[in-house]
Structures are given as structure tokens and as C-alpha cells.
């Protein structure tokens, strides 16, 4: 797995007259020259967030924030009120400024929690405002006292996290949503070593918060005494949940020491450790069951990122002159959740990025690499891959992990299906009183299916030469078992592609054996295929007859069948069989009787129909326009008089039918000289 730097955003580097700041919930660097008199430049993850403005010099800048949709701007110069600026067009950009109403506090930082709803964290707790652009004020919707060290925002979430107490290990969480605050359960850091005198020791820099696999986590940093029995640090996770008790979750363990920085990609952990130039990667979904707190070792071993390269800046750089390399893991880089890296001194921000390609060679449990793939988020191709690798040695002994791999992939294919069903379901019975419209369910690029798996895998395998027949053909049934197994109707294409191999190898005793004992599940396209392989396997026509009877919704197709092999009695003693002889057409009969140019028989399928006839109308004779023969002379002029009777009555035809009806020869002779024009 390789890790990439993706996306920079390039902004004016850190200086003595350019400040930079980073908005953490609208992902924007600010570069503020001379504290905004000669401007200011706000550059976002596009080019459509960028701003450029100036303000008035009115000292130092602390802290400077859009609200979301770049509405209003917060500053922050003092440490006891927040200025305001409205970027709402027709509305007056005259600065307007709040203090904090608790007295004798001082503003640690602000947190814009909606587009006119922001948080001021003070020494002494938090305020929650809502601001009025138009009369140019806010008003105080809620506070709480609390001593506070620092605090920490996770804008994914909008939870507010406050350190607390001497030692700062006791964190108070505060969620806000749609204008309101709530205080959510305290919990406390465990720290290595219990200070005596008590003093501050959970650093801000320690504590992180991050959305993984849809649940908020704070991230603890901790570091071991060098005289502990454990010596090298771990990330420690405690689940947060909206309601009930914060719990300490998962352990990773870091297994050396140093300076450690922080990044969530893609629901992974990663973990940069600056003196070795690594980053080492952790997911939490793949633990151990049954652990109250579950110990997590890196997937694979560390890596470093991928080198970048930075264009040269400046009048004097020469336009041939080659990009030069960033200093990767450099002490000037900041880290923001959940995959930012900014280097103020460089002037760039980039969004780090996992490739996972190069797991497939460094993660050997094929079943652990397909659970670790089936959580990320472009997956399809390098599972799809690693299907391909596995298959490539051809050797019965990875057939155990083929299986294990199918069975993986069928599982989430199994959970998409069935949450598509439930939704169908759902849209077609109506929306039920007190229940949440459901959504539908987001085709994830885990879901491979078993059209992906014929096109990328399975039907460039069948076609390799150095494999042997044997391990294919074990591979296919091996899929199809998997599907069977989650209950997934297994797509006639994949029946047809071992059908293909057996006869291509002529197993056709396996063949037989697969459709007598219904291995191969009954369809018509797999019948379809198996008539085109009478001439090469005889049987394959009654096995195909027998598996469209089966089937019981194919008897037109039968009948078609055994009427193009000339078996007309047998298709008529069939369709009586079935109870469809009564409407069906007596001309495709008669005209396949005719074909064979068997008098007996012709007259046979003939007088069968007379008699059905007769049973259901009480007449032999045919409906007027039902299977009427059309007379037909050579020359256009013998019999003229008698073809205009027949056309016009028939009455008259039927009369004819009956008298010659007690000639079979004459019958025959009469009906093929008239049936067909």
C-alpha cells in the first residue's frame, strides 16, 4: 500500500508579514498579510471557496473563520470578543464585534457550528450565539461554566471537546445541532503517569477527534514513561456515542516511540512517526472477537510516503528548471482530521491518499486482505485482482482459499440484494405512518457481482492453457456453491461457461451427471445451449427436453422442439398433457405433419384436431378464418370456380373435408393440394 500527497492546494508561505491560518470545518487556508490591510487569501479544496478581500489593521489576528457558505466572517484579535463581517451580498460590510458575557474570561477560540450559529470557548466554558447579520448582532442561546485548558472541534459531527480539571485528562464533550446544545457524558483519559504535584498533562496535541466507519472516536496519543514495562507508545480509541458512556474501544499499538501524528483515510488509522519517516496503517474493523478492548498491530509493514515533488516559485526560477522534492514528515507540517497535511513554510496543503494496489503483494491471509479491501472505498479492480492472482498458480491446494475469498465477496453481495429488496418492498407497499422515508441503499464498489466476476475473472480463466480442466472446472463449482449458499440466483452465464469447459475437455459423463442431479440449475437459456450440443453429445437433446419440462413455464419451447426434430405426435401427446391442446394453433401441426411426408400421419394430426373440434363446438369443422387452407393452382385458372367457394365459405370446405374424410388417400391428396398457398 502506498500512501500519495493528492490535490495541493498552494497558498503564500508563512512569513514575518503573512499569517496562516486553517478552518478545519470549511477545509480553507487562510494567508493574511499585515493583519488584512494590504489582504487577505482564503483557498479552499476548489478553486469556487477561493477569496480574495482586505480589512482594517485592527491588531493582531488570532483566529479568523467563514461561517459555512462563506456568509460571515469571525476574527478573533483579542482575547476577549470576536469581530464580524458580513459577506452576504446587499447587506452593509460594517464590522461588528461581541464580547464574551462571562467576566473575566478569556476567548481561547471560536467554532462556527451553522452559518449563523457559532460557539466561543472561554477559560471558564462555552457560549453558544446566534448571529443576525442584518441588525449586525447576536444573540446568547446557551452557556455552561467550566474551567477549560483547551478544546478540540470535530466539524463532521459538530462536537465540541473540552479539557477539563488540573491535570486535563477529564474531557467534556458538547454536541450541537438545528440550535441546540447538549452536554454529552464526561469521561477520563487514563494517563501513563499520575503527576504528584497535580499538574497539566493531557497536551491538546495528544487528542484527536474522527468519524470512522460512521461512529466519532477520540484518538488518545500515548506516550510511556521510559521506566514503564511497555516502552513504546499506542493510540488508544474511546467510542463516543451521542448517548450513554464514552468507553475505551480499541488499542493500536505503535511498537516504537517518538514524535506520532494523526490522519483517518478511508476508515483506516494512519499513524506518521516522524524520526523513521514512516506512516503505519490500522484499521479497527479487522480485531479480535469476543475483547472487551481490542489490541490492533498495523496491517502491513510501515511505509513512507510516496515522494512530491513542488514546482520552484519566485521572479528568478527558470522555467526549465525540474520540480524539486518536499521534505516529507518535516517538523513544519501540521495535521488536520481527517487527512490534511499543511506545510506553512512550503506554502501547500495537501490531502493524503492510500493506493491499494501494493497490498495484494504485501498482505499474504488472502482472507484477511479481502476483508481489509472490502472496507475501502475503490476496491472493485484490486479485488477483482487479487481473484486473478489467486487463480494464477492453478494448484488444487488454494482451492480452500478461493472458497474462503467467494465466500467473502458473496456476503456483501448477499447484504446489498437483500437491503435492495427491503427497499423495493418498502416503495411499493407506501411510506407507513411514524416511519422514516427509507432510503436506497448505495451500491458500495464492494459489491461485486456475478456479472464483474465472469468478465474480469472467470471467463479469461477458463480460456488459460496451462491450467489444468480439473481446477477450473473445481474453481466454477466452487463460485456457484458460494452463490447457492447465500441464496443468490446464480446467473445462467455461469452454467454455461462450465458447460462450455466440460464439453471442451469432453467430460460429457460429468456433464450428464451435473444435469441429472441438478447441480446446474434448470433455465432456458442453459436448455438453448445444450440442444446446439446434440450433434456432439447426443443425450444433450433429452436432457434439454427434460429440463424445459421441468421447468413447467417452457412448453411452447418444447413443443418447437420436438416439432423441428419431426416427433409430431409425440409434441401433440405432450400438449395434451400439459391441457394446452384445446387452443393450440392446428396449423403448425399439420404444416410439420406435411414436412414429413407421412400420409398416415398427416391424417392422423388431421382428424385429432376434427375431433377436438367436435368435442368443443360439436362440429369438426375449423372457425371461419382458424387454419383456413388457401387454394392454390399453377397456371392461376384450374379450379378457379371452386377456390372462390372454399375462400368465401366454409361451410362449403368443411362439406368437402367430410366427404373425402372417408378416403384417407383422397383426404391427404385433396388437403395438400389446397392447405398451403
Known amino acids: 500500500m502506498e500512501q500519495h500527497l493528492e490535490n495541493p492546494v498552494q497558498f503564500e508561505h508563512a512569513s514575518s508579514v503573512n499569517n496562516v491560518f486553517f478552518d478545519e470545518a470549511n477545509k480553507q487556508v487562510f494567508a493574511v498579510r499585515s493583519g488584512g490591510a494590504t489582504g487577505v487569501v482564503v483557498k479552499g479544496p476548489d478553486d469556487k471557496s477561493s477569496v480574495a478581500f482586505r480589512m482594517d489593521d485592527k491588531g493582531e489576528v488570532k483566529c479568523i473563520k467563514f461561517s459555512i457558505g462563506n456568509k460571515i466572517l469571525a476574527v478573533q484579535r483579542t482575547s476577549k470578543s470576536v469581530d464580524f463581517i458580513n459577506f452576504i451580498p446587499d447587506y452593509p460590510h460594517t464590522e461588528f464585534s461581541q464580547e464574551c458575557k462571562t467576566k473575566n474570561a478569556n476567548v481561547l477560540g471560536f467554532c462556527w457550528t451553522n452559518w449563523n450559529e457559532i460557539v466561543f470557548i472561554t477559560d471558564q466554558g462555552i457560549e453558544f450565539y446566534q448571529v443576525f ?36 485528562n477529564i474531557l467534556q464533550p458538547f454536541a450541537f445541532r438545528n440550535g441546540t446544545m447538549s452536554k454529552m457524558s464526561k469521561f477520563e483519559i487514563e494517563l501513563p503517569v499520575i503527576p504528584k504535584p497535580a499538574k497539566l498533562s493531557l497536551s491538546e496535541r495528544d487528542i484527536a477527534m474522527a468519524t470512522i466507519y460512521g461512529q466519532l472516536y477520540v484518538m488518545y496519543l500515548k506516550h510511556h514513561s521510559r521506566t514503564a514495562n511497555s516502552p513504546s507508545a499506542e493510540v488508544v480509541l474511546y467510542h463516543l456515542p451521542r448517548e450513554g458512556a464514552c468507553k475505551k474501544s480499541h488499542v493500536l499499538k505503535l511498537n516504537t516511540t517518538g514524535k506520532f501524528a494523526l490522519n483517518i483515510v478511508d476508515n483506516l488509522v494512519v499513524v506518521h512517526h516522524q524520526s523513521s519517516q514512516t506512516s503505519l496503517i490500522f484499521d479497527i474493523n479487522l480485531k479480535e472477537p469476543d475483547c472487551a478492548v481490542n489490541t490492533h498491530q498495523p496491517v502491513l509493514p510501515a511505509r513512507s510516503i510516496h515522494p512530491y515533488r513542488m514546482p520552484l516559485a519566485g521572479p528568478a526560477v527558470v522555467p526549465s528548471q525540474p520540480p524539486v522534492p518536499c521534505q516529507l514528515y518535516s517538523s513544519s507540517w501540521s495535521v488536520f482530521q481527517p487527512d490534511i497535511i499543511i506545510s506553512a513554510s512550503e506554502g501547500y496543503l495537501w490531502y493524503l ?6 497490498t495484494v503483494n504485501l498482505l499474504q491471509d488472502k482472507g484477511k486482505l479481502m476483508d481489509f479491501l472490502l472496507r475501502r472505498r475503490d476496491c472493485k479492480m484490486v479485488i477483482l485482482s487479487v481473484c486473478s492472482q489467486i487463480l494464477e498458480g492453478g494448484v488444487k491446494g488454494s482451492l480452500p482459499v478461493v472458497a474462503t475469498v467467494f465466500d467473502k465477496l458473496n456476503q456483501v453481495y448477499k447484504e446489498y ?10 416503495m411499493e ?36 492453457k496451462e491450467v489444468s480442466h480439473k481446477f477450473v472446472i473445481a474453481v466454477l463449482m466452487e463460485y456457484i456453491r458460494s452463490l447457492n449458499q447465500h441464496q443468490i440466483t446464480v446467473q445462467h452465464y455461469l452454467y454455461e461457461l462450465v458447460i462450455k469447459t466440460l464439453v471442451q475437455h469432453n467430460l460429457f459423463y460429468m456433464l450428464h451427471q451435473f444435469l441429472q442431479y441438478h447441480v446446474l440449475s434448470d433455465s432456458k437459456p442453459l436448455a438453448c445451449l445444450l440442444l446446439s450440443l446434440e450433434s456432439t453429445y447426443p443425450p444433450a437433446h433429452q436432457l434439454s427436453l427434460d429440463m424445459l419440462k421441468r421447468l413447467s413455464t417452457a412448453n411452447d419451447e418444447i413443443v418447437e422442439v420436438l416439432l423441428s426434430k419431426q416427433q409430431v405426435l409425440g409434441a401433440l401427446r405432450f400438449i395434451r398433457s400439459v391441457g394446452g391442446h384445446d387452443n393450440v394453433s392446428a396449423r403448425k401441426f399439420l404444416d410439420a405433419a406435411r414436412q414429413t411426408g407421412d400420409q398416415m400421419l398427416f391424417y392422423t394430426v388431421f382428424r385429432s384436431f376434427q375431433q377436438r373440434n367436435q368435442r368443443l363446438r360439436g362440429s369438426p369443422a375449423f372457425n371461419p378464418g382458424e387454419n383456413k ?3 392454390h393452382s399453377p397456371d392461376g385458372k384450374l379450379y378457379q370456380n371452386h377456390r372462390k367457394l372454399v375462400r368465401n365459405d366454409s361451410k362449403t370446405w368443411n362439406q368437402y373435408v367430410e366427404y373425402f374424410s372417408r378416403c384417407p388417400q383422397m383426404l391427404y391428396l385433396f388437403w395438400m393440394f389446397n392447405y398451403f398457398y
Not at 455552561?144 to 479539557?163: D, F, G, K
Not at 491518499?353 to 501494493?358: E, N, S
Not at 464483474?452 to 477458463?462: A, E, Q, R
Request: hydrophobic share 30%; charged share 20%; with cysteine.
Open 353 to 358: 491518499q492510500v493506493k491499494l494496489h501494493p
Open 133 to 168: 447579520p442584518d441588525k449586525r448582532s447576536l444573540k446568547l442561546l446557551k452557556n455552561q461554566s467550566i474551567n477549560v485548558n483547551w478544546y478540540q472541534y470535530c466539524p463532521e459531527t459538530a462536537v465540541i471537546l473540552l479539557s477539563t480539571t488540573v491535570q486535563g
Open 417 to 426: 440484494l437483500e437491503a435492495e429488496q427491503s427497499y423495493t418492498v418498502a
Open 429 to 464: 407497499s407506501g411510506p407507513s405512518r411514524g416511519s422514516a422515508a427509507q432510503k436506497r441503499p448505495v451500491r458500495t464498489q464492494a459489491v461485486i457481482d456475478q456479472s464483474d466476476m465472469y468478465t474480469h475473472v472467470l471467463s479469461s480463466f477458463t480460456e488459460r
Open 629 to 631: 387452407p388457401r387454394v
